[in-house]
């Protein structure tokens, strides 16, 4: 890439074995168009709020085709590119109620 070159990049759900022509599915918010500076480095926004839990690749489509081209950068060919977790209250809240009631339980038996 040269410097001051536009890109597109796509959230795309992970896959363990990528092969050329593979579609670029996107299914965060949309296409994201990054400006890519000198060194290469792209910085954008790549999914809004609210994420769905699961793991994805992040893909650079360098020539804009919708599909994967064995020289294009996706962050992991291997492994899970990143996970989307839920947020703190979403799990610590149903746990804290989980814990409430075995205490509740074991302290009535006794």
Known sequence: MSSSEFVCGHVVNNKEKWQAGDALNDVSDGVNTS?????????????GAPLTQ???DIVVDVNRNGKWDIDEPIDSKVYVGFEAIPEFPTVAIPLFILLLLIFFF?????
């Open 35 to 47: 400006f890519t500076g000198s060194n290469g480095s792209i910085f954008t926004k790549i999914w």
């Open 54 to 56: 699961g793991g994805y």
């Open 106 to 110: 074991h302290r009535k038996r006794f």
